[in-house]
């Protein structure tokens, strides 16, 4: 899978708003890319890089809140 900062890219851009909305994607057979995991939650909690739906899915931002950051590295290892 993709690791956790470029994981959260690919979500926000698809704009979700809810971990509600992403369940639902995934029981309508939505998940089709091998890049993405089917439970982030339990995947990058287990890699140590979860930092929460709302973070995951830009939420604050999609509220027109202060966006959640991303700092990317070659490694894509940072998160704010």
Do not use: N
């Amino acid at each position: 899978f993709l690791p956790y900062v470029d994981a959260c890219m690919w979500a926000r851009r698809m704009g979700f708003s809810s971990k509600e909305e992403w369940d639902e994607w995934i029981s309508l057979g939505e998940k089709r890319t091998p890049y993405i995991t089917r439970d982030p939650q339990k995947y990058y909690s287990e890699m140590g890089t979860w930092r929460g739906w709302d973070h995951f899915l830009g939420v604050s931002q999609l509220e027109g809140g202060e966006p959640f950051q991303i700092e990317t590295t070659e490694e894509h290892s940072e998160v704010d």
